[in-house]
């Protein structure tokens, strides 16, 4: 059974950095692409920015220049680095897992069948 759990949420103000966790267990393949995903108040969630496990990354253009996705293979968990954190970075952030698909573009909801249940990231002026 695959798991994923994420952590480093938490409330900062703006301008700041966070760096959040995302822990992949039951995974039995040993090359999979992660997802990071946010949902904010009152919108749908949207894709944040991807890695495969050769380290290739993908990112939202919202988050360009201030994300960085990063993931060690041996420890099963990938990151995200957020800096120049804005008010409007506040959401809900959650990690995704699935094998990776042949085109490679920002994360969207239908390549990641496996979910983690997310960490609340705030961010005040």
């Known amino acids: 059974q695959v798991q994923l759990v994420e952590s480093g949420g938490a409330s900062v103000q703006s301008g700041g950095s966070l760096r959040l966790s995302c822990v992949v267990s039951?995974?039995?393949?040993?090359?999979?692409?992660i997802g990071w995903f946010r949902r904010a108040p009152g919108k749908e969630r949207e894709g944040v920015a991807k890695?495969?496990?050769?380290?290739?990354?993908s990112y939202a253009d919202s988050v360009k220049g201030r994300f960085t996705i990063s993931r060690d293979n041996a420890k099963n968990t990938a990151y995200l680095q957020m800096n120049s954190l804005k008010p409007e970075d506040t959401a809900m952030y959650y990690c995704?897992?699935?094998?990776?698909?042949?085109?490679?573009?920002?994360?969207?909801?239908?390549?990641?069948?496996?979910w983690g249940h997310g960490t609340q990231v705030t961010v005040s002026n």
């Open positions: 995704a897992a699935d094998a990776c698909r042949g085109a490679w573009f920002p994360p969207q909801e239908y390549e990641f069948r496996y």
């Open positions: 039951g995974y039995t393949h040993s090359s999979y692409c």
């Open positions: 890695i495969d496990s050769d380290g290739r990354t």
